[in-house]
């Protein structure tokens, strides 16, 4: 009975490593060609292509200029919605609180709020704006509320300490001194005030 047993338990754990061996060999597979269509994209770009990827199942990584620091752009404002919502999941904010637009306060760029004549709308509505239209002065509203050190503080306890929010929305000043919003692909290692104009 006992030998019958180990027998049945060994044939179990055969057929199921065998299994296991074909998903290794066919992960194994993948990898190598999302390696060679990530490397085709990439060089393809007329630009600079940096990332890391991880499989949150293995912990594997795919890097790619891991180590470069890269101007954020509009994906800051990413930065910016996960602090507003930090702030107020820790009862520091309320969304609904309703802000009136400063008019020295609106700048160029993306958006509509440019255009209206002096609007006041619950935080939520400068967020929807921030993130749909990409609304520059609706982000700079949302800084002004979050606090310009605390979304880089935050990306920071996050394991990004390259993600920055350095100066406001086309403020060209800052943007000359080097104030460069940034981040780099995996967010390893510090990056010097300007260093994205290498």
Do not use: W
């Not at 180990?6 to 993948?30: H, M, N, W, Y």
């Amino acid at each position: 009975m006992i030998r019958t047993a180990a027998v049945t338990l060994a044939s179990v754990l055969a057929c199921v490593a065998i299994p296991s061996a074909r998903q290794d060999a066919k992960l194994g597979e993948f990898r190598h060609v999302l390696d060679r269509r990530l490397d085709s994209i990439a060089t393809s770009l007329d630009g600079v292509l940096g990332y890391t990827i991880v499989d949150l199942t293995t912990g594997d990584e795919i890097k790619r200029l891991q180590d470069s620091v890269f101007p954020t752009a509009f994906t800051i404002k990413l930065a910016i919605l996960y602090e507003l919502f930090k702030q107020a999941d820790e009862g520091l904010i309320d969304l609904d609180q309703v802000k009136s637009l400063d008019r020295q306060h609106v700048v160029g760029g993306t958006g509509v709020l440019r255009e209206l004549t002096a609007p006041a709308m619950a935080l939520r509505d400068y967020a929807v704006l921030m993130v749909v239209l990409s609304d520059n002065t609706a982000t700079n509203v949302l800084i002004d509320v979050v606090g310009m050190e605390k979304v880089t503080a935050r990306m920071r306890a996050l394991g990004l300490p390259q993600t920055k929010l350095r100066r406001r929305m086309i403020d060209l000043e800052a943007a000359r001194r080097g104030d460069e919003k940034c981040l780099d692909a995996c967010g390893a290692r510090e990056a010097p005030p300007g260093a994205v104009s290498r």
